[in-house]
Protein backbone atom coordinates (compact mmCIF):
# COMPACT_ATOMS: atom_id res chain seq x y z
CA UNK A 1 0.00 0.00 0.00
CA UNK A 2 1.13 3.07 -1.26
CA UNK A 3 2.16 5.40 1.34
CA UNK A 4 0.86 9.10 1.49
CA UNK A 5 3.54 12.16 0.35
CA UNK A 6 4.94 14.07 3.90
CA UNK A 7 3.54 16.61 5.14
CA UNK A 8 4.97 20.24 3.30
CA UNK A 9 7.33 22.48 6.06
CA UNK A 10 8.52 25.25 5.08
CA UNK A 11 12.35 24.08 5.22
CA UNK A 12 11.52 21.16 2.68
CA UNK A 13 11.18 24.23 -0.20
CA UNK A 14 15.32 24.79 0.56
CA UNK A 15 16.23 21.12 -0.50
CA UNK A 16 19.01 22.17 -2.33
CA UNK A 17 19.72 25.54 -0.86
CA UNK A 18 22.63 26.39 -2.34
CA UNK A 19 21.20 26.00 -6.04
CA UNK A 20 17.88 27.97 -5.00
CA UNK A 21 19.80 30.70 -3.17
CA UNK A 22 22.15 31.50 -5.65
CA UNK A 23 19.37 31.40 -9.01
CA UNK A 24 17.53 33.35 -6.24
CA UNK A 25 20.00 35.76 -5.70
CA UNK A 26 20.37 36.46 -9.49
CA UNK A 27 16.66 36.45 -9.83
CA UNK A 28 16.60 39.19 -7.32
CA UNK A 29 19.44 41.46 -8.09
CA UNK A 30 18.04 41.74 -11.74
CA UNK A 31 14.49 42.54 -10.16
CA UNK A 32 16.17 45.07 -7.78
CA UNK A 33 17.70 46.72 -10.25
CA UNK A 34 14.27 46.95 -12.45
CA UNK A 35 12.58 47.82 -9.15
CA UNK A 36 15.19 50.58 -8.55
CA UNK A 37 15.14 52.02 -12.44
CA UNK A 38 11.41 52.41 -11.93
CA UNK A 39 11.23 53.57 -8.21
CA UNK A 40 13.59 56.49 -9.73
CA UNK A 41 11.19 57.05 -12.51
CA UNK A 42 8.28 57.20 -10.11
CA UNK A 43 10.09 59.50 -7.47
CA UNK A 44 11.01 62.17 -9.91
CA UNK A 45 7.56 62.26 -11.54
CA UNK A 46 6.22 63.20 -8.24
CA UNK A 47 8.54 65.08 -7.40
CA UNK A 48 7.71 67.30 -10.14
CA UNK A 49 3.71 67.16 -9.51
CA UNK A 50 5.02 67.57 -6.02
CA UNK A 51 7.29 70.77 -7.32
CA UNK A 52 4.26 71.93 -8.99
CA UNK A 53 1.76 71.69 -6.22
CA UNK A 54 4.30 73.68 -4.10
CA UNK A 55 4.84 76.94 -6.68
CA UNK A 56 1.40 76.65 -6.52
CA UNK A 57 1.31 77.62 -2.84
CA UNK A 58 3.59 80.00 -3.04
CA UNK A 59 1.96 82.03 -5.48
CA UNK A 60 -1.27 81.44 -3.47
CA UNK A 61 1.05 83.28 -0.44
CA UNK A 62 2.28 85.44 -2.55
CA UNK A 63 -0.96 86.85 -4.37
CA UNK A 64 -2.63 86.83 -0.44
CA UNK A 65 0.21 89.22 0.62
CA UNK A 66 -0.48 91.20 -2.52
CA UNK A 67 -4.45 91.54 -1.80
CA UNK A 68 -3.90 92.67 1.69
CA UNK A 69 -1.25 94.83 0.50
CA UNK A 70 -3.50 96.28 -2.14
CA UNK A 71 -6.59 96.26 0.77
CA UNK A 72 -4.65 98.60 2.87
CA UNK A 73 -3.39 100.86 0.08
CA UNK A 74 -7.19 101.30 -0.83
CA UNK A 75 -7.78 102.27 3.03
CA UNK A 76 -5.11 104.69 3.01
CA UNK A 77 -6.69 106.32 0.03
CA UNK A 78 -9.96 105.97 1.04
CA UNK A 79 -8.61 107.48 4.49
CA UNK A 80 -7.11 110.76 2.25
CA UNK A 81 -10.57 111.41 0.91
CA UNK A 82 -12.11 111.36 4.30
CA UNK A 83 -10.13 112.85 6.91
CA UNK A 84 -12.26 115.57 8.15
CA UNK A 85 -15.14 112.60 8.43
CA UNK A 86 -15.27 111.45 12.10
CA UNK A 87 -17.56 108.79 11.27
CA UNK A 88 -15.22 107.35 8.84
CA UNK A 89 -12.69 106.26 11.55
CA UNK A 90 -14.62 103.50 12.92
CA UNK A 91 -14.93 102.27 9.40
CA UNK A 92 -11.64 102.03 8.76
CA UNK A 93 -10.67 100.24 11.93
CA UNK A 94 -13.65 97.66 10.66
CA UNK A 95 -12.47 97.20 6.93
CA UNK A 96 -8.79 96.61 8.10
CA UNK A 97 -10.24 94.04 10.49
CA UNK A 98 -11.78 92.65 7.77
CA UNK A 99 -8.60 92.53 5.62
CA UNK A 100 -6.65 91.14 9.16
CA UNK A 101 -8.76 88.31 9.23
CA UNK A 102 -9.15 87.08 5.48
CA UNK A 103 -5.47 87.41 5.47
CA UNK A 104 -4.80 85.44 8.62
CA UNK A 105 -7.07 82.54 7.28
CA UNK A 106 -5.83 82.76 3.79
CA UNK A 107 -2.05 82.01 5.39
CA UNK A 108 -4.14 79.39 7.95
CA UNK A 109 -5.23 77.43 4.49
CA UNK A 110 -2.03 77.88 2.86
CA UNK A 111 -0.06 76.54 6.01
CA UNK A 112 -2.48 73.78 5.89
CA UNK A 113 -1.64 72.81 2.14
CA UNK A 114 2.05 73.28 3.03
CA UNK A 115 1.65 70.67 5.64
CA UNK A 116 -0.22 68.49 3.61
CA UNK A 117 2.40 68.59 1.04
CA UNK A 118 4.89 67.66 3.07
CA UNK A 119 2.82 64.28 4.38
CA UNK A 120 1.86 63.05 0.94
CA UNK A 121 5.82 63.25 0.15
CA UNK A 122 6.38 61.45 3.06
CA UNK A 123 3.73 58.98 2.43
CA UNK A 124 4.81 58.49 -1.27
CA UNK A 125 8.44 57.66 -0.25
CA UNK A 126 7.43 55.21 2.51
CA UNK A 127 4.90 53.85 -0.24
CA UNK A 128 7.52 53.57 -2.25
CA UNK A 129 10.05 51.93 -0.51
CA UNK A 130 7.73 49.52 0.87
CA UNK A 131 6.23 48.68 -2.27
CA UNK A 132 10.01 47.90 -3.32
CA UNK A 133 10.86 45.80 -0.46
CA UNK A 134 7.72 43.69 -1.03
CA UNK A 135 8.06 43.30 -4.96
CA UNK A 136 11.39 42.27 -3.66
CA UNK A 137 10.65 39.51 -1.21
CA UNK A 138 7.57 38.42 -3.13
CA UNK A 139 9.40 37.58 -6.05
CA UNK A 140 12.21 36.01 -4.00
CA UNK A 141 9.78 33.39 -2.15
CA UNK A 142 8.22 33.45 -5.56
CA UNK A 143 11.61 31.83 -7.03
CA UNK A 144 12.39 29.31 -4.39
CA UNK A 145 8.81 27.71 -4.58
CA UNK A 146 9.40 27.76 -8.58
CA UNK A 147 13.10 26.29 -7.95
CA UNK A 148 11.26 23.73 -5.39
CA UNK A 149 9.23 22.61 -8.03
CA UNK A 150 12.28 21.40 -10.40
CA UNK A 151 14.63 20.49 -7.48
CA UNK A 152 11.77 18.52 -6.15
CA UNK A 153 12.02 15.88 -8.20
CA UNK A 154 15.85 16.26 -8.67
CA UNK A 155 16.17 15.38 -5.27
CA UNK A 156 14.15 12.34 -5.75
CA UNK A 157 15.52 11.16 -8.48
CA UNK A 158 19.05 11.25 -6.75
CA UNK A 159 18.19 9.49 -4.03
CA UNK A 160 16.71 6.91 -6.52
CA UNK A 161 20.04 6.91 -7.99
CA UNK A 162 21.65 6.36 -4.69
CA UNK A 163 19.26 3.66 -3.72
CA UNK A 164 20.78 1.66 -7.34
CA UNK A 165 24.38 2.38 -6.71
CA UNK A 166 23.83 0.61 -3.18
CA UNK A 167 22.03 -2.39 -4.60
CA UNK A 168 18.36 -1.59 -3.68
CA UNK A 169 16.34 -2.00 -6.39
CA UNK A 170 13.40 0.20 -4.42
CA UNK A 171 10.22 1.74 -6.55
CA UNK A 172 9.16 5.20 -4.82
CA UNK A 173 7.08 4.91 -2.25
CA UNK A 174 4.74 7.64 -3.81
CA UNK A 175 4.74 10.26 -7.46
CA UNK A 176 5.44 13.62 -7.50
CA UNK A 177 3.16 16.51 -6.35
CA UNK A 178 0.70 18.13 -8.21
CA UNK A 179 2.73 21.13 -10.03
CA UNK A 180 6.57 19.27 -10.21
CA UNK A 181 8.35 19.41 -13.07
CA UNK A 182 10.79 17.78 -14.75
CA UNK A 183 8.15 14.26 -14.26
CA UNK A 184 8.96 12.77 -17.79
CA UNK A 185 12.58 12.55 -15.87
CA UNK A 186 10.94 10.81 -12.74
CA UNK A 187 8.67 8.42 -14.77
CA UNK A 188 11.32 6.82 -17.33
CA UNK A 189 13.70 6.48 -13.79
CA UNK A 190 11.28 4.43 -12.21
CA UNK A 191 10.60 2.70 -15.04
CA UNK A 192 14.19 1.98 -15.26
CA UNK A 193 14.23 0.95 -11.70
CA UNK A 194 11.44 -1.37 -12.60
CA UNK A 195 12.75 -2.69 -15.30
CA UNK A 196 16.02 -4.09 -13.44
CA UNK A 197 13.57 -5.12 -10.78
CA UNK A 198 11.91 -7.66 -13.59
CA UNK A 199 15.25 -9.12 -14.48
CA UNK A 200 16.15 -9.50 -10.63
CA UNK A 201 12.90 -11.38 -10.23
CA UNK A 202 13.57 -12.94 -13.09
CA UNK A 203 17.29 -14.15 -12.03
CA UNK A 204 15.38 -15.27 -8.49
CA UNK A 205 13.28 -17.76 -10.58
CA UNK A 206 16.51 -19.08 -12.39
CA UNK A 207 18.51 -19.08 -8.82
CA UNK A 208 15.48 -20.88 -7.57
CA UNK A 209 15.06 -23.55 -10.29
CA UNK A 210 18.96 -24.24 -10.03
CA UNK A 211 19.05 -24.66 -6.51
CA UNK A 212 15.60 -27.20 -6.32
CA UNK A 213 17.62 -29.17 -9.56
CA UNK A 214 20.83 -29.01 -7.33
CA UNK A 215 19.09 -30.44 -4.57
CA UNK A 216 17.14 -33.02 -6.48
CA UNK A 217 20.85 -34.54 -8.14
CA UNK A 218 22.67 -34.32 -4.88
CA UNK A 219 24.66 -31.66 -6.02
CA UNK A 220 27.77 -30.86 -3.19
CA UNK A 221 27.02 -28.19 0.01
CA UNK A 222 29.00 -25.78 -1.34
CA UNK A 223 27.21 -25.68 -4.85
CA UNK A 224 23.92 -25.58 -2.75
CA UNK A 225 25.15 -23.01 -0.55
CA UNK A 226 26.73 -20.80 -3.25
CA UNK A 227 23.28 -20.83 -5.09
CA UNK A 228 21.35 -19.59 -1.79
CA UNK A 229 23.97 -17.05 -1.22
CA UNK A 230 22.67 -15.52 -4.47
CA UNK A 231 19.28 -16.15 -4.00
CA UNK A 232 19.48 -14.29 -0.88
CA UNK A 233 21.52 -11.31 -2.50
CA UNK A 234 19.43 -10.88 -5.15
CA UNK A 235 16.03 -10.90 -2.52
CA UNK A 236 17.65 -8.36 -0.74
CA UNK A 237 18.26 -6.31 -3.70
CA UNK A 238 14.74 -6.28 -4.37
CA UNK A 239 13.76 -5.75 -0.74
Do not use: C
Not at 29 to 35: Q, S
Not at 57 to 71: G, Q
Not at 82 to 97: G, I
Not at 125 to 153: C, E
Request: glycine share 6%.
Amino acid sequence: MATSPPKRKLRNFLLDARFQLKFTSYVVGLTLLVAALMGVFLWRTTNILFRETEVAVEARSRAAETSKELSNATLANDLMQHMDDPAFEAQLREKSAAIDRAYEAEEHAIIEARTQLVHRQQVTLIALIGGLIAFVVFIGLGVIVSTHKIVGPLFRVKRMAQDVAEGKLKMPAYGLRPGDELKDLFEAFAGMIQALRNREEEDVGKVQAALQLAERTGASEDVIRELQTLQAQIKARLG
